[in-house]
């Protein structure tokens, strides 16, 4: 039986810490809904009603986009190794990207990187547990550095370049905000 929350408990955070996966839902009024897997040391609990997370330069750009037009946001965990739950947290999110004020000290509370594209801090207005009975288990066998040594080899000029080119726009064609706040 689902049960609901008005915020996160220590029981709560706890299962978020022991994660090594996370998924993110946005969506516009209009066009595809978007189920985004993340994982890496890009997560931070800030309190009983504050997530933040970092989003790494990437395909695609949909979260940026959707969050522009419709305020709202969904992660979810799942417990894969031992505890059978699934979480949800649902709320409010904004993004902060690299030319925004709060970024830089948000950023900080991660480890450096030149591939970092936003920074999602949500206020979390509810949270739902169910049984996770059906999730199966899988063995957690590590991190993959594959983004990590794409964005080193990229460098900062190489990044602002991939942005330009393939991270303005959603597959829907909304714009992103990423090179600068009036970009539509």
């Not at 991190?143 to 597959?171: C, M």
Request: one cysteine or more; proline letters at 5%; charged letters at 25%.
């Amino acid at each position: 039986m689902a049960k609901q929350f008005d915020s996160l408990s220590d029981d709560h955070i706890g299962f978020i810490t022991a994660q090594h996966l996370f998924f993110v839902g946005t969506a516009a009024d209009e066009g595809r809904v978007n189920i985004s897997p993340k994982g890496m040391d890009s997560l931070r609990v800030l309190g009983p009603n504050r997530i933040v997370w970092r989003n790494w330069t990437g395909s695609g750009n949909e979260t940026a986009a959707h969050l522009a037009l419709k305020n709202r946001m969904t992660l979810m965990w799942c417990g894969f190794e031992k505890r059978p739950m699934i979480m949800r947290a649902y709320g409010r999110a904004r993004t902060l990207h690299p030319r925004d004020a709060d970024f830089d000290g948000l950023n900080a509370d991660f480890p450096p990187t030149e591939g970092a594209r936003q920074i999602y801090d949500m206020q979390v207005e509810m949270v739902q547990t169910s049984c996770g009975f059906a999730v199966p288990f899988f063995d957690h066998a590590g991190p993959r550095a594959v983004l990590e040594e794409w964005t080193k080899g990229k460098g900062p000029d190489g990044i602002a370049t991939y942005w330009d080119e393939r991270n303005q726009h959603s597959i829907d064609g909304l714009p992103t905000h990423i090179l600068n706040a009036a970009d539509d």
